[in-house]
Nanobody, 129 residues
Framework: QVQLVESGGGLVQSGGSLRLSCAASGFTSDYYAIGWFRQAPGKEREGVSCITNRDGSTNYVDSVKGRFTVSRDNSKHTVYLQMNSLTPDDTAAYYC??????????????????????WGQGTQVTVSS
């Protein structure tokens, strides 16, 4: 059973930084993808980034390009989302999800159609102005 646990959320001022972690366990292969999503109150869940573990290829939504960086540490089975230059618009609950066998799909940004099998419980990020 694959399990994902997010951590690293918190309260930060506008312009600040946070690093989220997604600790993964239970994979039977190194060929999997981890997506980061966020959901603000009253809004739909949206894809932020995706990384394919085997080759490290990445994807980002336009609104975070140049500010967020996704990376992995295979020795710790952990994926990180480094978030810089945060704004109040980044305030949301952040979730990681995994496609347990395969790479980030062309629909990686879609929580419903991106092929994700498991989800973490989420971590809250609040950016004050």
């Amino acid at each position: 059973q694959v399990q994902l646990v997010e951590s690293g959320g918190g309260l930060v001022q506008s312009g600040g930084s946070l690093r989220l972690s997604c600790a993964a366990s239970g994979f039977t292969s190194d060929y999997y993808a981890i997506g980061w999503f966020r959901q603000a109150p009253g809004k739909e869940r949206e894809g932020v980034s995706c990384i394919t573990n085997r080759d490290g290829s990445t994807n980002y939504v336009d609104s975070v390009k140049g500010r967020f960086t996704v990376s992995r540490d295979n020795s710790k089975h952990t994926v990180y989302l480094q978030m810089n230059s945060l704004t109040p618009d980044d305030t949301a609950a952040y979730y990681c999800a995994t496609r347990a066998l395969g790479r980030c799909t062309s629909a990686w940004y879609s929580p419903r159609h991106g092929g994700y099998d498991y989800w973490g419980q989420g971590t809250q990020v609040t950016v004050s102005s």
